[in-house]
T-cell receptor, first 113, second 114 residues
Framework: AQSVTQLDSHVSVSEGTPVLLRCNYS??????LFWYVQHPNKGLQLLLK??????LVKGINGFEAEFKKSETSFHLTKPSAHMSDAAEYFC???????????FGGGTRLMVKP | NAGVTQTPKFRVLKTGQSMTLLCAQD?????MYWYRQDPGMGLRLIHY???????AKGEVPDGYNVSRLKKQNFLLGLESAAPSQTSVYFC?????????????FGQGTRLTVV
């Protein structure tokens, strides 16, 4: 079985400063990992995914995440926050069969002007 | 390019009423899913389907039924709604390509049971 923990339920940053959203996972096999973003009253959009090809994964809108097996982490970062980044972010782990996604509790990112 | 479409977008039910949520996808995906989203709990899987005519239980299936009579449609039914089923419901689909394949989500249905 797999699980994922997002370490912060809320993160607040100022526009132009770095963003760090933390995620730890648990999996009995080499995991598939995803970050999704949900803007207010919208569906979920894929930001990036880890497929074991590279430990540093680049996504859309300047986001990237680094897979660290020794720390069982997959933290999401962005060098400079923009007001439009304000949203809820979900770290997700897939099961080995590829038919089920397990979501973390979500991190709400607030960006102050 | 509709993707995954859910109807309705909003609904208010009285306790004990029944309703069906419809999900339609136009991407010819094999897998379809129903999730519910509650504050602080992320999305939890209710039921899923790996192909036309098949369904399976997810993490929180009690009080819900599903059907997948056509490949493009996945229906979620509430036979007797309860206030605990107040939530935002998301449908998703994914192609049959293995465990690194992401899911594509609809816009959600906000359901309130009073």
């Amino acid at each position: 079985a797999q699980s994922v923990t997002q370490l912060d339920s809320h993160v607040s940053v100022s526009e132009g400063t770095p963003v760090l959203l933390r995620c730890n996972y648990s999996s009995s096999y080499s995991p598939s990992l995803f970050w999704y973003v949900q803007h207010p009253n919208k569906g979920l959009q894929l930001l990036l995914k880890y497929t074991s090809a590279a430990t540093l994964v680049k996504g859309i809108n300047g986001f990237e995440a680094e897979f660290k097996k020794s720390e069982t982490s997959f933290h999401l970062t962005k060098p400079s926050a923009h007001m439009s980044d304000a949203a809820e972010y979900f770290c997700v782990v897939g099961n080995n069969a590829g038919n089920m996604l397990t979501f973390g509790g979500g991190t709400r990112l607030m960006v102050k002007p | 390019n509709a993707g995954v479409t859910q109807t309705p977008k909003f609904r208010v039910l009285k306790t004990g009423q029944s309703m069906t949520l419809l999900c339609a996808q136009d991407m010819n995906h094999e897998y379809m899913y129903w999730y519910r989203q509650d504050p602080g709990m992320g999305l939890r899987l209710i039921h899923y389907s790996v192909g036309e005519g098949t369904t399976a239980k997810g993490e929180v299936p009690d009080g819900y039924n599903v059907s997948r009579l056509k490949k493009q449609n996945f229906l979620l039914g509430l036979e007797s709604a309860a206030p605990s089923q107040t939530s935002v419901y998301f449908c998703a689909s994914s192609p049959l390509r293995g465990r690194y394949t992401e899911a594509f989500f609809g816009q959600g249905t906000r359901l309130t049971v009073v």
